[in-house]
């Protein structure tokens, strides 16, 4: 497909290709005549996830928080259903303000409301006043906003209310906004407000004049200038950074949002459940009847942005649609299987009707609702996702069995895609996979989030795989950091997702979006504030790939220094610790293979004096002879002891759960800096055991599987180390095993593209070492003289922020270049070639 390279950012003098100072180090050749894998039109994508505020106060652009006045403390202990809101009054006005959920409600789906109680003389009122998400309202000069309320009075006379804006002192910011409630019956009143000044704290009052109770809901104001204009839309700078990255599809709505909480309907049936999965019935019609939901993340969704407005704003940027659904087995650390034969039948069958939704004529029950929300023409769903990261892999692919056979039956040229569990190595990885080979599954999902390191080092990860096997969807995946360095680690491991894409049909970077001042993960692609979005360094290098893709990928090879080949082996100090548990730990010893003790504490002194808090959280003391952490709350507790200096050894224990939601944890391999392994034992909410590696600050599962253990049982643990293998056995069986025997990863790697539309030679080259890489360059065909050469570099610990974004994209023409020439690569850079062959 032909892509548009990415734009200029700053032009300099042309660069002229010719001998580097030194020697080259390195080579590339390419094989023009060679074929290559076939690049898609959907090979590079976008992952949307309600999460770090990615919805409400952010992509979706309603100004006003807790428009429904639906946040509740059982969604949330800081929330109220005033959260967002402030009583006032004025004038001599008096009254109260509070929420209501009673018979009076505006429907059975948005059951509360605000009821304004006012006593006040002639020219008094009450009201509220909402000051947006964080700092306040942004509000542009000039610019046109549509408030919009439904309103009831008992008055009999009517109730007159004006709309203000002003800033945080009071000031007013633009005209009041005047209407007259009539009647108690819920009705729609609106207008539209122009500030005269710019303000990013401002704040919108509703003022209730007169005597009476007036009832108040879906208060709302949003901006007219929103992403292609429409109505109930998107802020438009948010929506706009993600059409510049050129997308091939969307993915949506989740993530753990898919596979959590309850699976059953806000209704009285079920006793409207407040934490559910993200269901798509839920999202679609009149705002004003999507229920609310208490989201995962610790917020609340009001579903404005609803599945519509995701096919929408994925047929505005010209991407494919990828909704997830939910599978019925939970996961994100909760690990259930519902076993509800009539809900699971129920939410197969709102599957269909999604797809019914997305293509069905005008006629039909869902095409018809599509059509009455302003689209009839059919979206052109091609594929769905069932489930998302399940910890159970039994469960969950039978149920993903029915789902798949229930589509192939009704709509047989849908994709229907599978998932490989949270994790890219594994048990559960392992498992899945084998079902889903078995099964012969179009698409598999894969995910995963690690270290820089990790994805220097498996540039060739899906050399491998089987190429009649199912294709990956990497649907999501970071380096766990926002420095340049973790850019250029995903941008080296990029190039080896464009070599196999016969095999990786799609990739997508995750979390997309990210609120400064409400964030519940990172790293994220872009972030924003109220009014203001920045391109995190990683933004940068996905969008210079997703805008210079390709059609095909020309073969080619490298050669350059083999660096250390050598991977290291497990050494240094032990540690105990617990996440959300209190356990006890005994016997601690480490073995050699030749039986010398290399340490050991039994605590029967009275003291931990060899143990040192790594991570000073919990409450640490020594309680009849062992050692007990004793805070059931506290996580991410770590001490540490010794410094074993052995390659093979055995570690020893006894670990006791006393009480919490989890299990214990046991490190190994504890470095200075803070690197380490451990055996997480009844993780995520005592579901999951795991192998971890810490290092750059987070800690990668490199081998999980379903995992749980019981309070008061003390456990004999026997981690078996042999140089860079670990074998870890449990009350004498044998749990699992990895070895960790990867050399220090490639920091220079390299792919070349073919764009049939251009006539162009794509030449992309990403050097993630501190120092030029002269390179030598054989094209294997004659070229024109010049290219346009964009590259990004910078040094690997900057980062993109809201006050200076020192990685942007350079853009220049390159002259002298032939079909063998030579170039010098900048250190911690990428730089794309775009090279016209005659």
């Known amino acids: 497909m032909a892509v548009l390279a990415v734009a200029s950012l700053v032009a300099t003098a042309p660069a002229q290709a010719g001998p580097p100072a030194e020697p080259p180090e390195y080579t590339i050749t390419v094989n023009p005549a060679g074929r290559g894998a076939a690049l898609g039109p959907q090979q590079y994508g976008v992952f949307f996830e309600d999460i770090n505020y990615a919805a409400d106060g952010g992509l979706y652009a309603e100004l006003l928080r807790n428009r429904s006045f639906e946040f509740l403390p059982v969604d949330n202990r800081a929330f109220t259903g005033l959260t967002g809101w402030t009583p006032v009054a004025g004038d001599g006005g008096a009254g109260n303000a509070s929420t209501v959920d009673d018979d009076a409600r505006l429907n059975e789906r948005n059951r509360t409301y605000l009821k304004l109680s006012a006593n006040s003389p002639a020219g008094g009122w009450t009201g509220v006043t909402n000051a947006g998400f964080d700092t306040g309202v942004p509000l542009k000069a000039g610019a046109a906003y549509d408030f919009s309320v439904f309103a009831r009075t008992d008055a009999v006379a009517g109730t007159p209310l004006e709309v203000v804006l002003h800033d945080a002192a009071g000031n007013p910011l633009a005209a009041p906004l005047r209407r007259t409630v009539q009647g108690d019956g819920w009705a729609a009143y609106g207008g539209t407000l122009t500030p005269s000044a710019t303000s990013d704290v401002g704040r919108l009052t509703v003022r209730a004049f007169g005597t009476g109770t007036v009832r108040l809901d879906m208060v709302s104001l949003f901006p007219r200038d929103t992403f292609k204009g429409r109505r109930n839309g998107l802020r438009k700078d948010l929506a706009q950074k993600v059409a510049d990255l050129h997308p091939g599809f969307v993915r949506f709505p989740g993530g753990c949002l898919v596979n959590t909480g309850s699976m059953y309907g806000y209704d009285a049936a079920a006793n409207y459940p407040r934490a559910r999965a993200f269901q798509w019935k839920d999202t679609v019609g009149p705002v004003e009847s999507r229920a609310t939901n208490a989201n995962f993340w610790g917020y609340n969704q009001s579903y404005g942005l609803g599945y519509y407005e995701y096919f929408q704003f994925a047929e505005d940027i010209g991407a494919m649609a990828l909704p997830v659904v939910p599978a019925l087995v939970t996961g994100c650390g909760q690990n259930r299987a519902t076993g509800d034969e009539a809900l699971l039948r129920r939410h197969i069958q709102d599957t269909l009707d999604l797809i019914e939704f997305a293509n069905g004529p005008v006629t039909s029950t869902w095409g018809g609702l599509r059509a009455d929300m302003g689209h009839p023409k059919p979206f052109g769903l091609t594929h769905v996702a069932v489930g998302n990261e399940e910890n159970l892999p039994n469960e969950y692919f039978a149920n993903f069995l029915r789902f798949r056979a229930a589509i192939a039956q009704r709509y047989p040229e849908i994709v229907v895609v599978s998932n490989s569990g949270p994790d890219d190595a594994g048990g559960t990885f392992d498992d899945l996979w084998a079902k889903n080979k078995a099964a012969g599954v179009q698409m598999v999902d894969e995910h995963y989030y690690n270290n820089p390191a990790w994805f220097l080092q498996n540039n060739r990860r899906y050399d491998a795989y089987d190429r009649n096997g199912p294709k990956v969807f990497l649907g999501e995946y970071a380096s766990r950091d926002a420095k340049w360095f973790n850019s250029l680690a995903e941008g080296a491991y990029m190039t080896g997702l464009e070599r196999n894409a016969d095999v990786v049909r799609m990739a997508s970077y ?113 309680v009849n002879g062992a050692y007990a952490q004793s805070d059931a709350v506290a996580e991410d507790t770590l001490v540490k002891a010794g410094n074993i200096t052995a390659t093979d050894y055995d570690l020893t224990l006894k670990a006791t759960k006393q009480s919490g939601r989890e299990g214990f944890l046991i490190a190994f391999g504890v470095q200075p800096n803070n690197e380490l392994y451990w055996w997480n034992i009844g993780g995520w909410n005592n579901t999951q055991g795991a192998i971890q590696k810490g290092e750059g600050g987070g800690k990668e599962v490199i081998y999980a599987k379903p995992q749980t ?80 050469m964009t590259v990004l570099t910078g040094d690997p610990g900057e980062q993109n922020t809201r006050t200076a974004e020192p990685i942007l994209p350079v853009t220049t023409t390159l002259r002298g270049v032939k079909q063998r020439f030579m170039h010098t690569f900048p250190a911690n850079s990428v730089t794309f070639l775009r090279i016209r062959t005659r």
């Open 510 to 622: 995750a979390p997309l979006f990210a609120n400064i001042d409400n964030t519940q993960w990172r790293p994220d692609l872009i972030w924003f504030d109220n009014d203001e979005s920045w391109g995190t360094t990683s933004y940068q290098m996905q969008k210079l790939f997703m805008n210079n893709v390709g059609d095909r990928v020309l073969p080619s090879t490298f050669t350059g220094p083999p660096g250390s080949t050598d991977p290291k082996p497990i050494t240094g100090g032990i540690g105990l610790s617990t996440w959300g548990t209190a356990s006890t730990y005994d016997d601690v010893k480490v073995t050699g293979t030749d039986g010398t003790v290399l340490f050991s504490d039994d605590f029967n002194g009275g003291n931990a004096d060899r143990w040192t808090p790594v991570e000073p959280r919990g409450t640490w003391s020594v």
């Open 709 to 788: 253990i019981e309070s008061g049982h003390t456990y004999d643990v026997r981690i078996s180390v042999r140089g860079t293998r670990m074998t870890l056995f449990l009350d004498g069986v044998e749990w699992g095993s990895y070895d960790d025997n990867q050399a220090p990863g490639q920091p220079f790697a390299q792919v070349v593209t073919q764009d049939d539309g251009t006539g162009e030679m794509i030449v992309k080259v990403v050097n993630a070492q501190d120092k030029p890489a002269a390179t030598k360059l054989d094209l294997g065909r004659r070229v024109k003289g010049t290219a346009t």
